[in-house]
């Protein structure tokens, strides 16, 4: 499935076991000699009776991520039109916290996803030590670390991105958004074209908590106002960060792209 073109394998895990998720994510995860995408997704039930369903995530690298947004509109979509639940609002358990996912639904499809991801955090050492180190850009938290660059050439994100992803500031390594404004300031919404390197897996399609942290990173700056529409290579996500509760929604698609099977013995995992 993929959600904007950030793409990645999901497995149920509530009918099938992935032993070493780490291990499987990096070599399903390879574009060549794996199935090819930008990391493995675990569905599986809840262990807390707060949240309807849990997930894990694991980047094309091998190394856990705290949330994704992208993935987690596509469980949503999973979820209703495989028959798991007939709920449109569902409770999602992941490592950041329970995610509420809200479905658009027409036709017994589910169109787009909202999802409440919560307040952004806008420091924390454990994720960002560079207040004196860094000043171009703007760090987000959310769930995962953000680092926000506005600049006319959002193209650098490979050069850049790489370098930034490890610099000593991050002590968990950091996701990195290059942003530029493509409209000015309005009432309505500010359009943000945005290219992101995620952590573990490099330049991606999209990345959902990279949008929400590039909308939070506008407003903080004074670019745009609580409404964003951003820009991504795969596709255009919606950002509100909401002043009633502080909380920043995201909405956007989620699409099947294909079934499979996997013989997992024949990986030769070590």
């Given at each position: 499935?993929?959600?904007?073109?950030?793409?990645?394998?999901?497995?149920?895990?509530?009918?099938?076991?992935?032993?070493?998720?780490?291990?499987?994510?990096?070599?399903?995860?390879?574009?060549?000699?794996?199935?090819?995408?930008?990391?493995?997704?675990?569905?599986?039930?809840?262990?807390?009776?707060?949240?309807?369903?849990?997930?894990?995530?694991?980047?094309?690298?091998?190394?856990?991520?705290?949330?994704?947004?992208?993935?987690s509109r596509c469980i949503?979509?999973?979820?209703?039109?495989?028959?798991?639940?007939?709920?449109?609002?569902?409770?999602?358990?992941?490592?950041?916290?329970?995610?509420?996912?809200?479905?658009?639904?027409?036709?017994?499809?589910?169109?787009?996803?909202?999802?409440?991801?919560?307040?952004?955090?806008?420091?924390?050492?454990?994720?960002?030590?560079?207040?004196?180190?860094?000043?171009?850009?703007?760090?987000?938290?959310?769930?995962?670390?953000?680092?926000?660059?506005?600049?006319?050439?959002?193209?650098?994100?490979?050069?850049?991105?790489?370098?930034?992803?490890?610099?000593?500031?991050?002590?968990?390594?950091?996701?990195?958004?290059?942003?530029?404004?493509?409209?000015?300031?309005?009432?309505?919404?500010?359009?943000?074209?945005?290219?992101?390197?995620?952590?573990?897996?490099?330049?991606?399609?999209?990345?959902?908590?990279?949008?929400?942290?590039?909308?939070?990173?506008?407003?903080?700056?004074?670019?745009?106002?609580?409404?964003?529409?951003?820009?991504?290579?795969?596709?255009?996500?919606?950002?509100?960060?909401?002043?009633?509760?502080?909380h920043v929604y995201m909405?956007?698609?989620?699409?099947?792209?294909?079934?499979?099977?996997?013989?997992y013995s024949k990986l030769?995992?070590?």
């Amino acid at each position: 499935m993929h959600g904007c073109g950030n793409d990645y394998i999901y497995v149920n895990t509530m009918e099938f076991t992935v032993p070493q998720p780490s291990e499987a994510a990096r070599i399903w995860s390879d574009r060549h000699k794996g199935i090819g995408s930008d990391g493995l997704v675990l569905i599986g039930a809840s262990s807390i009776p707060e949240a309807d369903f849990a997930m894990h995530i694991y980047n094309a690298d091998g190394s856990e991520a705290m949330m994704c947004g992208n993935a987690s509109r596509c469980i949503g979509k999973y979820l209703y039109e495989r028959g798991l639940t007939t709920k449109t609002e569902i409770r999602l358990l992941t490592l950041s916290g329970v995610k509420t996912l809200k479905l658009h639904i027409i036709n017994n499809i589910v169109e787009s996803v909202t999802v409440d991801m919560g307040e952004p955090v806008l420091e924390n050492e454990s994720q960002f030590m560079g207040y004196r180190v860094l000043d171009k850009g703007t760090f987000v938290s959310m769930g995962n670390p953000h680092y926000v660059i506005f600049t006319d050439d959002v193209d650098q994100v490979g050069e850049m991105g790489r370098m930034l992803e490890k610099h000593p500031a991050f002590p968990q390594r950091c996701n990195i958004e290059f942003a530029k404004i493509v409209n000015g300031k309005t009432a309505d919404h500010t359009t943000i074209r945005t290219r992101v390197w995620e952590r573990g897996s490099g330049i991606t399609q999209a990345c959902g908590t990279g949008a929400c942290a590039t909308a939070v990173a506008a407003v903080l700056t004074g670019r745009a106002g609580r409404f964003s529409q951003i820009v991504m290579d795969g596709g255009t996500l919606s950002i509100e960060w909401r002043e009633s509760d502080n909380h920043v929604y995201m909405t956007g698609p989620a699409e099947f792209v294909f079934d499979g099977k996997i013989e997992y013995s024949k990986l030769q995992i070590q």
